[in-house]
């Protein structure tokens, strides 16, 4: 491996329970696709950077096997603890599965290959697929569309100031320097192109951490050799939500996490405001949220 992700790990320890409870499922749709692609009806598929289960769950609705591969050990006993009799459960890492070769017809990274080291990952994954498997990353946006304009801007706004914090805590700073209010100068929200789809592209990230970009991820995969055809694909999947959904799944971004860990507290990073505004504009009744998913599929 090329690059120490042991940070990157750490970024999604301690909220595990929320991140199950709020975080989406992929859709049906996405299954069926990859199902035709392998030509296997009940395939063997195997879920890198498995996190607290929610894709591997999904997997095993249609899968005849299902392997989870998760190196968070909180993320891994939450998934273990949530998930059906039947699943097996691995301790690796993307480029380090220990898993036989050939082991699969299928292996998907869903939202987390933007943090997997990508030639490592790749190589594993053509190791671990049988010849003709199928290989597939999916990412959603960031926000899903809860249809209100304001509650979408409100994150936002919360996602830059989350940005200048992170880019405090990157250059060094800690205690009273990093926990300062954010002068306007410094706020950084001039947000970069697609943000939402690529909140990583070009940023400062903290302690360690490494991200890969999102938007780069397919020509990464053709040009890495490794896979006779590769292509893209967007899907939508519609899941119940409102307010305190979305409120939450904002909390389970990492860059906010990270913060709160080193003392930044809801109301610096905007999480106060952006709630009580989130609740003003959507109301207390359940609503419709829709996320995109974009996929990129590679065949060996």
């Known amino acids: ?34 199902r035709a692609y392998a030509g296997v009806a009940r395939p063997v598929v195997v879920d890198l950077g498995a996190g607290t289960g929610l894709s591997t769950r999904w997997c095993a609705r249609w899968a005849g096997r299902t392997i989870g591969v ?59 697929l049988r010849p003709g498997g199928v290989f597939a990353a999916l990412d959603c946006d960031w926000p899903p569309s809860i249809g209100n304009c304001v509650a979408e801007a409100a994150w936002d706004r919360c996602r830059g100031l989350a940005k200048a914090y992170e880019a405090r805590l990157a250059a060094g700073e800690s205690g009273d320097a990093l926990t300062a209010p954010l002068e ?36 990464r995969m053709m040009a890495s050799g490794l896979f006779r055809s590769c292509r893209e694909v967007a899907l939508h999947q519609a899941e119940d939500g ?8 904002l909390r389970t971004q990492g860059d906010v996490q990270t913060l709160i860990k080193h003392g930044v507290s809801e109301d610096r990073l905007g999480v106060t405001e952006f709630a009580a505004d989130v609740r003003d504009a959507v109301g207390t009744d359940p609503r419709s949220m829709w996320f995109t998913y974009r996929m990129r599929i590679g065949i060996t």
């Open 70 to 128: 998760e190196p968070s050990d909180d993320m891994r006993a939450v998934a273990m603890a949530a998930s059906p009799h039947g699943i097996e459960w691995v301790n690796g890492w993307s480029h380090a599965t220990g898993l036989p070769d050939a082991t699969a017809d299928l292996v998907v990274i869903v939202q987390a290959l933007h943090w997997m080291e990508p030639v490592s990952t790749f190589t594993e994954v053509a190791r671990v």
């Open 242 to 249: 409102g307010a305190e959904r979305f409120i939450d799944l």
């Open 184 to 219: 306007a100068a410094d706020e950084q929200l001039d947000l970069p192109v697609h943000f939402g789809r690529d909140p990583n592209k070009h940023r400062q990230m903290a302690v360690g951490v490494q991200a890969w970009s999102k938007d780069e991820h397919l020509g």
């Open 1 to 34: 491996m090329s690059a120490d992700l042991s940070a990157n790990a750490e970024r999604f320890s301690g909220f595990a329970d929320l991140y199950d409870q709020v975080r989406p499922t992929p859709p049906d749709a996405a299954a069926d696709m990859l």
